[in-house]
T-cell receptor, first 114, second 115 residues
Framework: EAGVAQSPRYKIIEKRQSVAFWCNPI?????LYWYQQILGQGPKLLIQFQNNGVVDDSQLPKDRFSAERLKGVDSTLKIQPAKLEDSAVYLC????????????FGPGTRLTVL | KQEVTQIPAALSVPEGENLVLNCSFTDSAIYNLQWFRQDPGKGLTSLLLIQSSQREQTSGRLNASLDKSSGRSTLYIAASQPGDSATYLCAVRPGNSGGYQKVTFGTGTKLQVIP
């Protein structure tokens, strides 16, 4: 079974530039998560999708971050414009259902904002 | 608001030793608790998932226990090996008290097993 795929693996940009990350979840998984993990901290949920609907985006900085999940499969997370404090690893995860199922994580995208 | 704490932040043990990692959470109304390991520069790998109705789960040399009333979970690793060196994170999914509540992660325990 293929795992969660993410690209790119690494990205370096200057502040005020824009960037986009892509995630392909495990086939058949209805729930998709985007997390932000700052160095030395645990992951923080940015947004959760159930199929192509948003379940929770309460911690997503909506003035600069956006995410979509078209057709309930792949998802993209965009930052525009980026700030220095956005430097982090962005993790995508998926699970079969919403509340009781194991989350499977992708390798993450390490973003450095200069 | 659910808060998840993992102490110690770092732990170093000699190979072969049995060890326990701790996870504490403030709100005992949970759906489940999951333990992950994270290797440097990589994503998280699920180790064990304990539902709220369960008290423990086992996989190989790993055993995770859950005590909801005291807000604690432990991850027991038997006969530690250098390959167990990683950061271990616990994640709590709160119970649904009329609305969706997000998963909260602890900050992790960085384990080093010395050959």
């Amino acid at each position: 079974e293929a795992g969660v795929a993410q690209s790119p693996r690494y990205k370096i940009i200057e502040k005020r530039q824009s960037v986009a990350f892509w995630c392909n979840p495990i086939s058949g998984h209805a729930t998709l998560y985007w997390y932000q993990q700052i160095l030395g901290q645990g992951p923080k949920l940015l947004i959760q999708f159930q199929n192509n609907g948003v379940v929770d985006d309460s911690q997503l900085p909506k003035d600069r971050f956006s995410a979509e999940r078209l057709k309930g499969v792949d998802s993209t997370l965009k930052i525009q414009p980026a700030k220095l404090e956005d430097s982090a690893v962005y993790l995508c995860a998926s699970s079969l259902g919403v509340y009781t199922d194991t989350q499977y994580f992708g390798p993450g995208t390490r973003l450095t904002v200069l | 608001k659910q808060e998840v704490t993992q102490i110690p932040a770092a732990l170093s043990v000699p190979e072969g030793e049995n060890l326990v990692l701790n996870c504490s959470f403030t709100d005992s109304a949970i759906y489940n608790l999951q333990w992950f390991r994270q290797d440097p520069g990589k994503g998280l790998t699920s180790l064990l998932l304990i539902q709220s109705s369960q008290r423990e789960q086992t996989s190989g040399r790993l055993n995770a226990s859950l005590d909801k009333s005291s807000g604690r979970s432990t991850l027991y690793i038997a006969a530690s090996q250098p390959g167990d060196s990683a950061t271990y994170l616990c994640a709590v999914r709160p119970g649904n008290s009329g609305g969706y509540q997000k998963v909260t992660f602890g900050t992790g325990t960085k384990l080093q097993v010395i050959p």
